[in-house]
């Protein structure tokens, strides 16, 4: 079983920056792809970003690239995801996932954490 707890959310202005981090235990995740899904109040979960297990290949969603960066750190089973020039539409709980498959943009991972919410004011 893994364990995923997102940490870093809060309420930033626009244009403000926030790190989001994504910690795994349990086991390790260094073999699994890793995404980041952000769901708005009374929209569907969305895909934001995804890196492959070996940091080869990064994914984005079309609204964020350019503003936002994924990474991860497999000696810390540790998943981060850099947002700059945030704007309110970006507004929404934040969700890491991981998968054994590789990074998909549908909600089919295995694992989830329970969400940090990012609150971007006009």
């Known amino acids: 079983q893994v364990q995923l707890v997102e940490s870093g959310g809060g309420l930033v202005q626009a244009g403000g920056s926030l790190r989001l981090s994504c910690a795994a235990s349990?086991?390790?995740?260094?073999?699994?792809?890793m995404g980041w899904f952000r769901q708005a109040l009374g929209k569907e979960r969305e895909f934001v970003a995804g890196i492959s297990w070996n940091v080869r290949s990064t994914y984005y969603a079309d609204s964020v690239k350019g503003r936002f960066t994924i990474s991860r750190d497999n000696a810390k089973n540790t998943v981060y995801l850099e947002m700059n020039s945030l704007k309110p539409e970006d507004t929404a709980v934040y969700y890491c996932?991981?998968?054994?498959?590789?990074?998909?943009?549908?909600?089919?991972?295995?694992?989830w954490g329970q969400g940090t919410k990012v609150t971007v004011s006009s």
């Open positions: 996932g991981a998968r054994q498959y590789g990074v998909a943009y549908q909600t089919s991972y295995d694992y």
């Open positions: 349990g086991r390790t995740v260094n073999t699994y792809a």
